[in-house]
């Protein structure tokens, strides 16, 4: 049986962050990364699926919560670092655009600009109208156009950056499914699906929404249908869209749907999308704390036809006289922490770690997060200036130690 000091469960955003970090920071440990590869049809796969397969996810620093625009903040500052030592580009920055008519809102992002003061412009209405010609937004909206840094990442690209830069360094990728995690008197025992086993002093679980399918203890984490829109652009289009922003809109009235947008992007499958999807729009709940039983037929299928159906009003509202060839959908998940910050804690002390929860924002941030997990896994000591506390795990029977 191979052995390990240190094993981190799924490479995700945030596994392949906390691989590399243990690379970088603890040259001295044999570390492993354990997780599948993204299915190549997720129409007929039955294994575990991820939020991370796609071509855009935004980034910027300006966050109504101070605790997320700093992990972004600091995430964002090694994007370049990432991309030096592996050779990959997953960065564009073409800046984002953050709109709302929402009162409270717009005190908690200009207290957010104060205090980390990203290169941004301020805009009305009329300012937004002028420098972004093709978006429409009414009278009441205010809009901070953060430049610098911000834009988009590409997910699968940073995920493959993490990993050929961490193997580079010596880490083992481990392309299989966890089945078990048994937490013994001197380790951790991992089995995976096809039957391998592996023993490591220390683990880190970073499984996304499937994490609470390897715990005995539950967390508590909500996890939910996420479905996209994507708007295969004309090149006509990409023309005239080709300073459009990353956007990220939420409006005061609830008849008006609040969403977040990214400019034409490639896919994979040779053409170009708009990529939308919303934010606050109910979908539904999974109970994932047993098993991933709810979630493979949700993955299998197309999403949610009525959100779908919303956003497409919701694009051509803001999009003006916005031409369209064909439209997709695809589903996602987003997992919740119940105070909102990402899960990143011992599960039991000198041996099982966490880290979890995006809440919907994780992405851009994942590189840090992925950090304060491989050196509290690593080190058992808090490696960050935020507070432990903020990201304590919180169990379902409403514990959080
Ligand atoms: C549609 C959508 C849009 C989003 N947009 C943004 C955005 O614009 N900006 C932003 O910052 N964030 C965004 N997010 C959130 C972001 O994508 C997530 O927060 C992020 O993916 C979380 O990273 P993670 O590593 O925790 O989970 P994931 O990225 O889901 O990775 C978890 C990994 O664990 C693996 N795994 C699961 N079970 C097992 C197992 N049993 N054994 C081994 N491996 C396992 C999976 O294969 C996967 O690779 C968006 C999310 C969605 C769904």
Not at 30 to 41: L, M
Not at 170 to 198: H, M, N, P, Y
Not at 275 to 295: A, I, V
Not at 375 to 399: M, P, Q
């Amino acid at each position: 049986m191979a052995i390990y000091d240190l094993a981190v469960i799924g490479k995700g955003l945030v596994g392949s962050a906390a691989i590399r970090h243990l690379t970088v920071n603890c040259p001295e440990l044999n570390v492993c990364v354990i997780g599948p590869d993204e299915p190549s049809n997720r129409k007929t796969h039955d294994g575990v699926f991820s939020s991370h397969y796609d071509q855009g996810r935004i980034t910027r620093v300006l966050d109504p919560s101070p605790l997320w625009g700093n992990l972004a903040r600091e995430s964002i500052a090694r994007y370049p670092l990432i991309e030096s030592t592996s050779g990959l580009r997953f960065h564009h920055r073409v800046g984002c655009l953050r709109a709302t008519d929402i009162p409270e809102r717009v005190l908690e992002i200009d207290a957010c600009a104060a205090r980390f003061k990203p290169p941004h412009r301020r805009l009305d209405a009329a300012g937004c109208l002028e420098r972004y010609p093709y978006l429409s937004f009414s009278d009441k909206f205010v809009a901070w156009d953060e430049q610098g840094e911000a834009g988009y990442i590409n997910p699968r690209q940073l995920i493959e950056a993490q990993l050929k830069a961490a193997e580079a360094k010596g880490a083992t990728v481990i392309r299989e499914i966890v089945s078990g995690l048994a937490v013994k008197r001197d380790g951790v025992e991992i089995t995976t699906r096809v039957g391998q086993r592996f023993q490591a002093r220390k683990a880190l679980l970073s499984a996304g929404g499937y994490s609470n399918t390897l715990l005995e203890r539950k967390l508590d984490m909500p996890t939910k249908s996420h479905t996209i829109l994507l708007a295969e652009t004309p090149p006509d289009e990409i023309e005239r869209l080709r300073r459009m922003p990353s956007i990220i809109s939420s409006f005061d009235n609830p008849a008006v749907d609040s969403l977040y947008m990214l400019p034409p992007l490639p896919y994979p499958d040779g053409k170009t999308y708009i990529k939308l999807g919303p934010s606050g729009l109910d979908e539904r709940y999974f109970d994932t704390t047993e098993d991933d039983r709810e979630l493979i037929p949700w993955f299998q299928s197309d999403g949610s036809a009525v959100i779908a159906a919303k956003m497409k009003n919701a694009l051509h509202r803001m999009v003006t006289d916005l031409k369209v060839i064909s439209y997709q959908t695809a589903p996602c998940l987003i997992t919740y922490s119940a105070h909102g910050n990402p899960y990143i804690d011992a599960i039991v002390e000198d041996r099982l770690y966490v880290t979890t929860a995006g809440n919907g924002y994780g992405a851009k941030s994942s590189d840090e997060i992925g950090r304060i997990g491989a050196l509290l896994c690593a080190t058992n000591e808090w490696h960050s200036d935020l507070e432990r506390a903020e990201f304590r795990a919180i169990y379902a029977d409403g514990g959080s130690k």
